[in-house]
């Protein structure tokens, strides 16, 4: 089987139909891919639709668990995937006509531990759709052979969705999403992209991401967004320990562990509860920004190695000139 599709379920019963029949709409033998649905404690009807696919489907698979948020849901359909490779798609997304096959197709051509593809982005409240490449710059990256350090301000890294992950090479490296935190995706992608061997980026579109007007966690931040990040930064120094052993290595998780440090800055959040726990970090988020300055001033990246001197020099220095 080449292909798991991994879909955790949690109130989503507005939009779960259409994500199944973006799936088995599309003429792909049922051999070739199976559909992993992880009923994540929804209160809702979702399962009710889902159960609906299963009289028909025999390739679709559910696994019912209480609410353990949208990590331990997908790690939880990683432990029966039988796929060469796994793609972790939401329920309120849909896949693009032929996209089951066009990535099955890029399986065959090319071992990759990791495949990006372009993606549609689709306005829920105005139906209006772009596409939003994976490559930033650096066009030539496209259906080239790239590790890491190539990819380096020249890709999107988020969300997962964008992304299929050879199910070997995940299992080798016992890569799984980091439970009970927001923003997820990007913990998990620099840690699998750092360990990669091989990374190719495919100009096609398989994947249609609704852009939510409510109810989605990116529409709802709160404190908790602030107390992942953080989760997520311990989780890179301690990744970084043991996993980077020269300059090269170092730099690169510093990189992103410096990202992270500018994204709780320049958040939306405002409020007493936010601005006290800025102050209570401020010389850990300095710290961190003199490692990030080092990082990309060795990478001649001048524009972010002074907004990493920014934060040196005071942290809400920062947000006030780059949020």
């Not at 939880?76 to 939401?90: H, K, M, P, R, S």
């Not at 890569?175 to 190719?200: S, V």
């Not at 994204?263 to 102050?279: H, K, M, P, Q, V």
Request: aromatic share 12%; net charge neutral; hydrophobic share 40%.
């Amino acid at each position: 089987m080449q292909l798991s599709i991994i879909i955790p379920i949690y109130k989503v019963e507005k939009y779960i139909e259409g994500t199944l029949n973006s799936i088995f709409n599309q003429k792909v033998n049922s051999d070739k891919y199976e559909v992993i649905v992880i009923n994540d404690g929804t209160p809702d009807d979702s399962m009710a639709i889902v159960n609906k696919f299963t009289t028909l489907y025999s390739n679709l698979h559910i696994i019912n668990q209480k609410n353990q948020g949208l990590s331990c849901a997908r790690n939880a359909g990683l432990t029966i995937a039988n796929g060469d490779y796994i793609w972790f798609v939401d329920s309120d997304d849909q896949l693009s006509d032929g996209s089951i096959e066009q990535v099955i197709q890029c399986t065959t051509e090319t071992v990759a531990d990791i495949i990006g593809f372009d993606m549609i982005r689709v306005d829920e409240s105005t139906g209006n759709e772009d596409i939003q490449q994976v490559v930033i710059k650096g066009k030539a990256i496209y259906n080239k052979p790239c590790i890491c350090y190539d990819l380096v301000g020249k890709v999107h890294n988020a969300p997962v969705q964008r992304f299929i992950f050879r199910h070997s090479f995940l299992a080798e490296y016992k890569i799984i999403f980091y439970p009970h935190i927001i923003h997820e995706d990007q913990e998990f992608n620099t840690r699998a992209f750092f360990l990669a061997k091989k990374i190719i980026m495919v100009p096609i579109t398989p994947y249609r991401y609704l852009l939510r007007t409510s109810g989605s966690i990116m529409a709802t931040l709160n404190m908790h967004s602030i107390e992942s990040r953080m989760i997520t930064i311990d989780s890179f120094l301690h990744f970084k320990a043991k996993h980077a052993h020269n300059a090269k290595e170092n730099r690169y998780i510093d990189n992103d562990i410096f990202f992270v440090v500018c994204s709780i800055l320049s958040t939306s959040i405002e409020g007493n509860a936010y601005y006290d726990y800025i102050r209570k970090y401020y010389n850990y988020y300095r710290s961190l920004a003199w490692q990030g300055f080092k990082a990309n001033l060795a990478s001649l990246r001048i524009k972010r190695a002074i907004k990493a001197l920014c934060i040196c020099i005071h942290p809400l220095l920062y947000r006030e000139l780059f949020k």
